[in-house]
């Protein structure tokens, strides 16, 4: 009996719609870190990206278990001496939503070229309106 290997042409990507009103920020990425590597699909290989696209939407109501909202920060190096800042959760959470759940999803992603390649695949809208109304994406509940 052969194993399957999936190759780069052959693999089939839906689209998925994932509403993040009231959704817990880490147990929200770890649900869309396997569906952007493709873990839950039979034809699953590890170095082809098999996984689907997702549509994450309300990203301004994601919420953190806890005292996490007042003690949570995300640091940065500016490639200059005393160049290490930091920034506040809350601070982040008024500036740019979308980016607090892709730095999320990215950390639980694989540490390599093709975690890139699955990053793209992530489209964080700050509202309820987003623009991949043509793919039709289906919505599913990360429960």
């Known amino acids: 009996m052969k194993s399957f290997m999936a190759k780069k042409g052959q693999v089939e990507q ?3 719609l994932v509403d993040a009103d009231g959704a817990v920020l880490g147990r929200m990425a770890a649900k869309i870190a396997p569906i952007l590597m493709g873990k839950a699909k039979p034809t699953y290989t590890p170095h082809v990206d098999v996984g689907d696209y997702v549509v994450v939407v309300n ?3 994601v919420q953190l278990t806890g005292k996490k909202a007042q003690t949570k920060q995300y640091d940065y190096y500016t490639h200059h001496p005393g160049g290490h800042k ?3 959760f809350a601070d982040m959470m008024a500036k ?3 980016k607090v759940i892709e730095l999320a999803v990215r950390r639980m992603l694989p540490k390599n070229k093709l ?3 699955m990053l793209k695949k992530l489209k964080v809208y700050r509202g309820p ?3 991949h ?4 994406p289906e919505r599913i ?3």
């Open 96 to 98: 740019k939503p979308e």
């Open 133 to 136: 109304q043509a793919q039709k």
């Open 115 to 117: 975690a890139r390649k």
């Open 141 to 143: 509940e990360l429960v």
């Open 59 to 61: 990203a301004e109501k």
């Open 86 to 88: 930091y920034v506040s």
């Open 129 to 131: 309106e987003h623009e």
């Open 14 to 16: 839906r689209w998925l």
